[in-house]
């Protein structure tokens, strides 16, 4: 059985994207899955469908436009950027682009003739209004062309909308973990107050918690105490984590008991600091209990030779669902870890691994994997040691098989969803999610997805980073810095900031996200050890306190 660490790397091993189904899926339909009808899942089918929606036999002759490939939904050529800190090692390489066409108006919107068009012949013994004439009915009186015209148009705009969703981005990034408000100078400090080094802080609702054996939570706007609770206890872990979206309840456990099996938990609600529960409840050590959408939480503990793992209400206990683990007979005992990131729980303990949907259904058991929630509610993930990825049904069930490493930001916008993106040996590999089919292949590797916004995938491998779009396989730029630095990745969804290392102190990078261009370098403060977003607002964390920048 395949085990590993929390913190070992996943590598992938070489292979090409095939189409492999699985055993345990081969009698799933595929089809179940595209996220359009097959006619419609390419540039030039979608045309096809569309021109032949707006043509029609008894329809007169419609104006075509000219010969040679349509226009694609392309960005022209971005502006390049200037005023680029000398002191940071640049490796801008946009790709050329074609110049854009010029746009359809509505003189070339494909539609009926207003003349020089023939009329239909009256069918013998017809009867005709004498307004009408010999000649025949006309065109616009008769029902069918109209009908025809209205199903045509019906159906293109059902297409266009279809398309527009795909462009857009679905979610805001202020409200990602990592995300910022627009962001387009070097952060200045707004606010500090002090704290002790080490000092946990908590994201919540319009508010930075600081957790000192009690809760104090600091308005994000200027810095003003909003609420305090009372003393929880030196021991403290409070939920959610730095780093992660603020969610309606904070949640505290301090541990009680032998072998910390058991935890006080308190909730408090993050707007006011009103605690709304306080429990007692069994626990296996202090990560195994992490906060799940916007009011509960996991939790797991041994229970005999098994791990209980229920998703439950926060404040009550309420159980959601219950589940029960049992063990490979390698020993039992010692600390449950769960993790809940997007959409998946994973749980590892001695002799258990496991990883399952927020709503508590099993996606694999007995050993080790990566799994997240694709944008369309499926799952993939990669199983430690393999070089293959797996596509799981919204139900868990496994649908197929892709090769390659899943390169899936965790800062991520939900852009162009219909393509996964793997790390192969030596190559990046845009894969149909609703298929497995090779769409693209980019020489190149990426180590990890940092970042997906606006159907880009920024991949990183060391100091490197490189912009790769999702559906075409096109690299849009590659830069690399000095020397990159182990803080988050942060964005505003124009630019991406990553820390830097430095000589003497280590600095945040802006780097604009349309042409790569590094816009600006700032150097942290002195003793600054943490960077962090909450609602959107960049904080630092130092020796110095806590500090507001943005």
Wanted: glycine share 12%.
């Amino acid at each position: 059985m395949r085990r590993r660490g929390l913190a070992q790397d996943r590598a992938a091993r070489a292979g090409h994207v095939t189409h492999e189904p699985t055993s345990d899926g081969a009698g799933t339909a595929v089809g179940g899955f595209e996220l359009l009808p097959p006619e419609l899942r390419s540039d030039d089918r979608f045309d096809a469908a569309l021109d032949a929606a707006l043509a029609s036999p008894a329809e007169a002759p419609v104006r075509r436009p000219p010969d040679g490939p349509r226009p694609r939904d392309e960005d022209g050529p971005p502006a390049t950027r200037g005023g680029h800190h000398d002191r940071v090692a640049r490796d801008v390489l946009p790709l050329s682009r074609p110049q854009d066409e010029r746009p359809p108006t509505a003189h070339d919107t494909p539609g009926l003739a207003r003349s020089g068009a023939p009329r239909p012949s009256r069918s013998a013994g017809g009867g005709e209004s004498p307004q009408v004439g010999a000649a025949g009915r006309r065109w616009f009186l008769h029902p069918v062309p109209w009908v025809a015209l209205a199903v045509a148009v019906a159906f293109a705009g059902s297409v266009a909308f279809t398309a527009s969703m795909e462009d857009a981005r679905p979610v805001d990034v202020t409200a990602l973990a990592g995300g910022l408000r627009p962001l387009e100078d070097p952060p200045e400090p707004r606010w500090s107050v002090p704290v002790e080094p080490g000092t946990e802080v908590v994201p919540a609702v319009g508010a930075v918690v600081t957790v000192d054996g009690s809760l104090t939570a600091y308005s994000v706007a200027d810095g003003s105490v909003l609420w305090r609770s009372e003393r929880l206890g030196d021991r403290a872990t409070c939920l959610p984590a730095s780093g992660e979206p603020a969610r309606e309840v904070v949640v505290c456990a301090v541990p009680t008991g032998w072998r910390e099996q058991a935890a006080r938990l308190t909730t408090v609600r993050a707007t006011t600091g009103e605690v709304v529960g306080e429990r007692t409840a069994a626990t296996a050590g202090r990560l195994s209990v992490v906060p799940v959408g916007a009011t509960d939480v996991v939790r797991a503990w041994w229970r005999g030779d098994e791990v209980a793992v229920v998703r439950e209400d926060a404040a009550t206990g309420e159980v959601r669902w219950e589940r029960t683990l049992a063990h490979d007979g390698l020993g039992s005992g010692g600390d449950v870890v769960l993790d809940v990131r997007r959409g998946v729980v994973d749980v590892l303990a001695p002799g258990v691994a496991a990883a399952l949907t927020e709503d508590g259904l099993s996606l694999v058991e007995d050993d080790v994997w990566t799994i997240v929630r694709l944008q369309d509610g499926r799952y993939v993930g990669n199983e430690y040691g393999r070089g293959t990825a797996t596509v799981f049904t919204a139900a868990g069930e496994p649908a197929f098989r892709i090769s390659g490493r899943v390169l899936e930001a965790p800062l991520s916008d939900g852009s162009a969803p219909g393509v996964i993106v793997t790390n192969t040996f030596g190559s990046i590999v845009g894969v149909d999610a609703a298929t497995g089919s090779e769409l693209w292949s980019l020489p190149g590797t990426g180590m990890r997805a940092v970042a997906r916004v606006d159907g880009r995938v920024v991949v990183q491998t060391d100091s490197a980073y490189r912009s790769v779009d999702a559906r075409t396989g096109e690299e849009a730029w590659a830069v690399t810095l000095e020397d990159g630095g182990p803080g988050p990745v942060l964005t505003d969804g124009r630019s991406l900031f990553v820390t830097e290392r430095q000589r003497r102190q280590p600095g945040l990078v802006s780097i604009a996200l349309d042409d790569g261009a590094v816009e600006w370098h700032w150097t942290l403060p002195e003793g600054t050890y943490d960077v962090l977003a909450v609602e959107g607002r960049l904080f630092l964390l130092g020796t110095g306190g806590l500090t507001a920048v943005s």
